[in-house]
């Protein structure tokens, strides 16, 4: 069974499913298989793996940041698929890769896809594919039994949200304010995303949605997914192991700040 | 006009504004309504008399079009085989033919509502162009430009600022153009109910390749009237430089269907195209996806963006038009690199031999006459576009020299 629509299927009607970014290879490659898992231990649902690009113009410092790093340690995407191959050894959580097209297309589309599944990944959040252009590998994600999904964003207009819920698979990530991605104050996202999510709720029927971009907090997460099915993060958490790295307790660090994004204090 | 063959086969882009396997529109879903809108008022401002007549005006009164073309006797006597002839789009004002883009985009993104003007630039030129555009019609004009080209190009950042423009220093990556590309971007996506991205080149998401051809076409349609009346026919070579391709593009498009034209492309080659430090994106490059199009790219086998590397900041980009990377699986257009050196050399020889100072970009083009004089015969025309001037170079060039003279 897919394992995204698995841990939908299995939440509690309370409950905000969490989806949590790490940058592959960040802060180092040896770390990123016992990230995810400590994250999974810590409450995170979905884990959505950032392949580095060096050119990531949908992101903020941040992310930019963390991607360089990555780079400079040396990733590529067969390490990629080493990592997700090793968690799969031991966890059985949803995993996306998330990145952009441009070193999908170089490793080979049919390639790609064909690797991802065999590994054991169950989604793909491609930020430069909009819905007329993932012709590019559609088919082949499909054919692979890999979602696509699609981002929605308060500039989306209702026509283009029935579209990309139409075309994706997993859920529909819903970027909270148009910008890059990045933590952001709160109050400022939370006050001017509702009106979003009901826009989101009333168009996008057919698959969850997740809400995604400024949040770094249980009460960020808490108000801004309060009419969503998850919460997204990111930015907050390279910037946690950005303060802690190489410190001896940086993932422990860490780990207590995912546990209170999921559980609060 | 009897020698012609006239096929008119060539019709790019397709209504998904892709040029054979090139185009697209590879941006983030935020982008979609900015590049829709931007399709739909392109489309009709086109069309529309009222805003093709304010336009026309401008190219005349401001800009100082039709730009002259010249016959270059000395520079021919030198070579003593084809005549050539220089579209002399250096004499346009601010200095080179992005000028013409950046007013038509302004009169578009006026027309638009839109009072915040964002561009990128390398070289400057198009940075230049844009204050001024600005400066013109009293919008608000922001330009990214990498920290490296900031210090390469210090003269056009004065220019910039002189005329109110704010410039951003982009220290990411290279600190290059393709930078301040990425950061012009992001920029976009943050405001893009407000803001208007002046591309400037034949880069990025459909509509924009297609919409700065438009706007830079006049540069081929001046000059093949031109050539007519003073030859009373097609030129048999038309040569420019290729960075991105926004004055190769211009310059060539009215002649595509003119087979008996051959059309060469000429890139920068840095320090040779196999040395690692090139910009011969079309020489060395593979198919691939930046800044909003599927073109071909210097990149690494993990599909990561090289650095390029050319002394000429205007060229300096691991990217080009996806109308090029067409017109070179095409065969219609043939693409060569020259080296830094060459580039230079061909700055002196120009200077020398006709008083005029090319910009380096423009000095490309011009290098590449060595290996293509020789095969010419003294029957035949070499039309080059003379993209730009030299001024804003004197820096790197005297540099150059003084080095070379040490």
Known sequence: MNRIQHVFDNKKPDEKLMSLFITAGYPDLESTVDLILGFEKNGADIIELGMPFSDPLADGPTIQYSSDVAI????????????????????????ILMGYMNPVLRYGVNRFTRK??????????????????????????????????????????????????????????CVSVTGVTGARDGDEVSKSVDRFIERVRANITLNPVMVGFGIRSHQDA???????????????????????????????????????????? | MSTQTKTKTYNYPDDRGYYGQFGGKFVPEILIPA?????????????????????????????????????????????????????????????????????????????????????????????????????????????????????????????????????????????????ATNEAIRDWVTNVDTTFYIIGSVVGPHPYPMMVRHFHEVIGNEAKQQIHKVESRNPDYLLACVGGGSNAIGFFYPFIDDESVDIIGIEAA???????????????????????????????????????????????????????????????????????EEAMNAVKLLSETEGIIPALETAHAFAWLEKLMPETSEDEIVMINLSGRGDKDMGTISEYIREENN
């Open chain 1, 222 to 265: 808490q108000n801004i997914a309060l009419n969503a099915d998850g919460f997204i993060v990111g930015s907050a958490l390279i910037d946690t192991i950005k303060q802690h790295y190489p410190k001896e307790n940086w993932q422990s660090e860490l780990m207590s700040f995912v546990h209170s994004l999921k559980f609060g204090k």
């Open chain 2, 35 to 179: 590049i829709q809108e931007l399709e739909a008022e392109f489309n009709k401002a086109k069309n529309d008399p009222v805003f093709n007549e304010e336009l026309a005006g401008l190219l005349d009164e401001y800009v100082g079009r039709p730009t002259k073309l010249t016959y270059a006797n000395r520079l021919t006597e030198h070579y003593g085989k084809a005549k050539i002839y220089l579209k002399r789009e250096d004499l346009c004002h601010t200095g080179a033919h992005k000028i013409n883009n950046a007013i038509g985009q302004v009169l578009l993104a006026r027309r638009m509502g839109k009072k915040r003007i964002i561009a990128e630039t390398g070289a400057g030129q198009h940075g230049v162009a844009t204050a001024t555009a600005c400066a013109k019609f009293g919008l608000d004009c922001i330009v990214y430009m990498g920290e490296e080209d900031m210090v390469r190009q210090k003269l056009n950042v004065d220019r910039m600022r002189l005329m109110g423009a704010e410039v951003r220093s982009v220290t990411s990556g290279s600190r290059t153009l393709k930078d």
């Open chain 1, 116 to 173: 991802a599944a065999e590994v054991g990944v169950d989604g793909l959040i491609i930020p430069d594919i909009p819905i007329e252009e993932d012709g590019i590998i559609k088919k082949q994600a499909e054919e692979n039994g890999l979602d696509i999904i699609h981002l929605v964003a308060p500039n989306t207009s209702d026509e283009r949200m029935k579209l990309a819920d139409e075309n994706s698979q997993g859920f529909v990530y």
């Open chain 2, 270 to 340: 840095g320090f040779g195209v196999d040395s690692g430090k090139t910009a011969a994106t079309m020489t060395k490059g593979t198919p691939g996806i930046l800044h909003g199009s599927l073109s071909y790219l210097l990149q690494s086998d993990e599909g990561q963006i090289e650095l390029a590397h050319s002394i000429s900041a205007g060229l300096d980009y691991p990217g080009v038009g996806p109308e090029h990377a067409h017109l070179k699986d095409l065969g219609r257009v043939k693409y060569h690199a020259v080296t830094d």
């Open chain 1, 72 to 95: 400079k340690n040396g990733i590529t995407m067969n390490k990629i698929f080493e990592m997700v191959e090793k968690v799969r050894e031991s966890s059985e959580i949803p995993i």
